[in-house]
């Protein structure tokens, strides 16, 4: 038993139908951190992008090289280096926020490429001209790149939001209940880990074709040219 | 312990961790090439089992293939009769292989196809077969296109190589939790253990960037 | 019959709903020049794409050398051809590219020898012999171990007419060979060109927007439009005198 829910272990069809609903139930866990986790990436991802392009070399490589070093390193020693080092510190976090902030932190690497990529892509010829009509650098930045930029940024973000999603799982280290832990769990307790791994991988089947599709559908309704401003 | 105490037993889990890193991605390489081209076979069914495996191993977690291969795989054998217990290596190996090997799939794939189609025309006006442009004529113009993705995909396996950890390999992270588990010294093990993870990913991206220039240096000749 | 070595009977080729070759009917003798002259679009490149089994055909029948180039006789009737089919048919013919098309990664006596050692199964030394005299042929002996990059547009073309040649075809299809070139660079590839046709039983069949050229080194012109060749004639009748006013308006356009 698990979460209220007993398991069937009559047969195969009967234990996987038993088990549905406590792995739902981890699904539901995977979901929360993957979005949480996005969150913090997004946000981190910007600042990151933002030092990155700092006129000032003294802020821009340091920039550099924290984003290369987060992207470099695997984010389950990440985890663990929250996990325990923070507490020592007197950082002391629930396991489910340490793991989506690892989450995000190591893919605010990733993002704070995409934030710079996409505002490169916007181009020196658009901000010339932009500086030709007088606009502010704030003006710039708010009406001219970032309009343009959103349409690039965004289905690159939605591919790390499904990245984000598959990495959940490492997070059962520091005993969030994911949906894999779950079905780990479920294992252990009737040594049958056939039956719960593979519906855990099918159900990730099915997360992972929705969040794409989703990405996709995003992609096709944004404007190509740009966000229109009135 | 002094924190150098530490650093025999890390250096044996970083060596396990650098065999891991190179068998998963010379395997992960040979899948890449083998699926990526299948994904472009005229052959329906060998498209089909080459976007399946892309697709299987794409949408759904390397940890959760890693214990799906570790624990649910034996169970999977002894319902058919067959000893499918693999030892942590052979898991981990191939679970990064083959997980990396999907990826990189879309990779060979994608190099493929930007072979621009003037190079398909020249080969048929003078009868290469179909296997013979591919062979001789596209993939080796392909393989420095894949080459940046391939570097980042092989610093990506090394740092999946951690999750092997997690099956009781003696790989680096693994060593490095015994050693927490035994010091309770986390913020120095974990920092060495970033710091190395972080130097042997510039080992990794100088090395593949030396494959790189070797695969395409016939595009640097005089200039 | 007589002695066409290319036949075109009635060729029908569509994209889509662009019918770019209408019923086209066309001859070339062998060992014939032929110049292919048309507006853009006209359907001339074509015409050589579906020589070189680039691009299919949607009616009609195509010979090359007595032979359907796009059919085979099969139990009496005329079948789609198989691949073994075209390999054979395509043999017999060699083309030269608008974009030279060399292959960026071999050098120069690569580029040359590999076709005849994969393909016609030559030997190493026995193709490479053969690539130096096509080099000297096209004046560039001495630029062998050089990669296409680091040769110029006109260096680039003649290594692509070495390239065709390595395979002895008897028929040699241009597609604008000096259309992508530097002015200052046309002139070497149609002096090679040039001593081709000049010495050479080859057949040649040659796309072209170089008008002088075209007088100077063909038995006859053919002018293209829409699909259909609208006249023909020798250089001489086809520029001096053409009868058709299509004709006459592309000529005035084109050399003015
Ligand atoms: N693969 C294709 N798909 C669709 N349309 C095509 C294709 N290839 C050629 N066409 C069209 O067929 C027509 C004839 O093309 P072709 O290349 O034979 O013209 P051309 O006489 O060689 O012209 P140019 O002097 O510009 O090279 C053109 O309108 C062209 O746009
Ligand atoms: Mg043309």
Redesign the interface.
């Known amino acids: 038993m698990l979460f209220g829910f007993e398991w069937d272990l009559t047969n195969p069809l009967n234990f996987a139908i038993s088990i549905l609903p406590i792995l739902l139930v981890g699904m539901w866990v995977t979901i929360q951190a993957t979005v949480l986790g996005f969150f913090v990436a997004l946000v981190l991802g910007l600042f990151l992008a933002v030092l990155k392009s700092a006129r000032s070399r003294f802020i821009a490589w340091p920039a550099r090289l924290v984003t290369e070093f987060i992207r470099d390193t695997p984010l389950l020693v990440q985890l663990f280096f929250l996990y325990y080092v923070l507490p020592e510190y007197g950082i002391v976090l629930p396991a489910f926020m340490t793991g989506a902030l690892a989450l995000g932190i190591q893919y605010s690497a990733y993002t704070s490429e995409v934030y710079r990529a996409g505002i490169e892509a916007v181009g020196r010829d658009q901000r010339e001209a932009a500086r030709a009509l007088n606009l502010s650098a704030a003006n710039t930045f708010t009406h001219i790149v970032v309009p343009q930029a959103v349409p690039r940024i965004v289905p690159a973000m939605g591919n790390y939001l499904v990245s984000i999603m598959k990495d959940v799982p490492v997070l059962s280290v520091v005993t969030v209940l994911e949906m894999l832990n779950v079905a780990k769990i479920i294992g252990d307790r009737t040594f049958d880990y056939l039956v719960p791994l593979s519906l855990v991988g099918c159900l990730y089947l099915v997360m992972t074709l929705v969040a794409s599709a989703g990405v996709r559908v995003l992609d096709t309704y944004l404007p190509k040219q740009g966000l229109p401003l009135k | 312990m002094h924190w150098s105490e530490y650093l025999l037993p890390l250096a044996e889990g970083a060596w396990v961790t650098v065999q891991l890193t190179v068998y998963s991605t010379i395997l992960g390489g040979v899948l890449a090439f083998v699926f990526g081209i299948g994904k472009l076979s005229s052959n329906m069914a060998i498209k089909s089992v080459s976007v399946g495996y892309i697709e299987l191993f794409r949408g759904t977690s390397l940890l959760v293939q890693l214990f799906w291969l570790y624990f649910a795989l034996p169970l999977a054998g002894m319902a058919i009769g067959i000893d499918l217990r693999l030892p942590p290596v052979v898991a981990g190996v191939l679970a990064l292989g083959l997980n990396i090997g999907a990826y990189g799939a879309e990779v060979v794939r994608g190099a493929i196809q930007s072979v621009h189609q003037n190079q398909r025309e020249a080969a048929r006006a003078l009868n290469f077969t179909p296997r013979q442009t591919l062979f001789n004529i596209v993939i080796p113009q392909a393989i420095p296109e894949m080459m940046p993705s391939f570097g980042n995909l092989a610093v990506q396996n090394l740092k999946d190589t951690a999750l092997v950890s997690l099956i009781s390999l003696g790989d680096l992270t693994f060593r490095a939790e015994q050693i927490r588990n035994f010091t309770q010294d986390s913020t120095t093990i974990y920092t060495l253990l970033l710091l190395m993870y972080f130097g042997m990913a510039l080992v990794v991206t100088v090395v593949m960037h030396l494959i790189e220039r070797f695969a395409g240096r016939w595009r640097m000749v005089g200039s | 019959m007589t002695d066409a070595i290319i036949r075109f009977d009635k060729v029908v080729k569509r994209f889509g709903d662009l019918t770019v070759l209408d019923e086209l009917d066309f001859e070339v003798k062998k060992g014939e020049k032929v110049s292919i002259i048309g507006p853009s679009g006209s359907g001339k490149s074509t015409v050589l794409r579906i020589l ?3 691009e299919g055909i949607d009616g009609g029948v195509v010979h090359v050398d007595g032979e359907p180039l796009w059919h085979e006789l099969r139990e009496g009737s005329l079948l789609p051809a198989s691949e073994a089919h075209l ?1 054979r048919m ?2 017999k ?3 030269v ?1 608008q ?1 030279f ?6 050098t120069v006596m690569r580029n040359i020898t ?2 005849p050692v ?2 016609l199964g030559l030997g190493k030394k026995e193709a490479q012999l053969r690539a130096e005299e096509l080099l000297d042929l096209v004046g560039l002996a001495d630029q062998a171990k ?2 296409p ?2 040769l110029s547009g006109g260096q680039q073309q003649r290594v692509g007419i070495a ?2 040649l390595a ?1 002895r075809p008897s028929i040699l299809l241009f597609d604008e060979p000096t259309s992508a070139l530097d002015p200052e660079l046309v002139g070497e590839v149609l002096t090679v060109i040039g001593r081709l046709a000049e010495e050479h039983d080859l057949t040649m069949l040659l796309v072209t927007h170089e008008m002088r050229f075209a007088r100077e080194i063909s038995d006859r012109v053919c002018f293209f439009d829409r699909g259909q060749i609208r006249e023909e004639g020798t250089p001489d009748e086809l520029f001096t005198d053409p009868s058709e006013e299509r004709t006459r308006e592309f000529l005035k356009a084109i050399l003015d």
């Open positions: 070189m089994t680039l390999r395509r043999s013919l060699g083309m590219f974009q098309n060399l292959f960026p990664h071999m590999e076709a994969k393909v050089k990669f990059h680091q390239r065709a395979m």
